[in-house]
């Protein structure tokens, strides 16, 4: 798989006074500048103090300096507050503090850049992404399966291949018959992303079968110009479109019996079904083809809370 075009989160260099001196230095601003109360500034000065913890806790000397800060350490450090069932408000401020920290830190010239530019904050209130069980994915892809047409048969391998890259709608729908590479091991297909991002997405065995199939057996009664390059075509033999496909997708969810479903609901259960799984989240960003990693981290909140759905279903005092 090709490695991300660029780096989730910019290196920034500095030096000088050590991580105390500078988180001092910050809330003398804070109180200075600012005016900020009390509560603000022992608040601000707490949240800091975990976030230097944590760090020094990822250092093999225990310390914390400003060239042992990475992005993995900054994603290490929210991914510690859900472990420890903040709430999201709580690891938003606690985020919002981090990110002002540095935003200072950058603005008075003591590192070259702002680190946490691109982590974002938890989304308060905001409903996760809804995604399907392992359950539900089986109902869904089993609808087409049910019939013998043509159609039945494309819609089954585009599901399927839908599911097994968590693709975007508008990549799946562009695809064209070259960019399925079957006879390479393993079979991959070259997903497309935003700014013409290539990456190479393998596939599962019964997806490929699906693929095969159609390629080989049912596009070619489909299609009506030999020329036509699309991978996935229409009745009228020509390139199926986005909204074509999300028809299909909401037909087969009611006949599932499936709620709720968008035409990016296998994307967000392919990425949550991954990290279920244990592909490590640098590894999801780059399947979805996400420029910056901080946009997967979203589906970290969807495993943990599954997990704690788990938790509740099965301890006897839960």
Sequence with gaps: MSPPHRNAFKPCPGGGPGVDSRISEFLTFLAVEKNAS????SAYRSDLAQFEKSVAGQTSDNGASWEAIT????????????????????????????????????AEGILTCDPTEELRSPQVGKALPRTLTPEEVDELLEQPARKSTPVAQRDKAM??????????????????VGHVALESDPVTVRGIGKGDQERALPLYQRSVDELRQYIFHVRPKMVRNRNE??????????????????????????????????????????????LSGGMPLRNVQEALGHASISTTQIY?????????????????RA
């Design 38 to 41: 009390e509560n603000t500034i």
């Design 71 to 106: 992005d993995q350490m900054l994603l290490k450090f929210v991914e510690e507050l859900r472990e420890r069932r903040y709430k999201a408000a709580t690891v938003a401020r606690k985020v919002a503090a981090v990110k002002s920290f540095f935003s200072f830190m950058a």
């Design 159 to 176: 599901l399927e291949l839908a599911y097994a890259t968590g693709m975007r709608v508008t990549e799946l729908v562009s695809l064209d």
């Design 229 to 274: 390059t699309a991978l996935f075509v229409n009745r009228r033999g020509g390139r199926l479109t986005r909204q074509g496909f999300w028809l299909i997708l909401k037909n087969y969810a009611r006949e599932a019996g499936l709620d709720g479903i968008t035409p990016h609901t296998l994307r967000h259960t392919y990425a949550t079904h991954m």
């Design 300 to 316: 970290t909140q969807l495993t943990d809370q599954q997990k704690r759905e788990q938790y509740d279903q099965a301890h006897p």
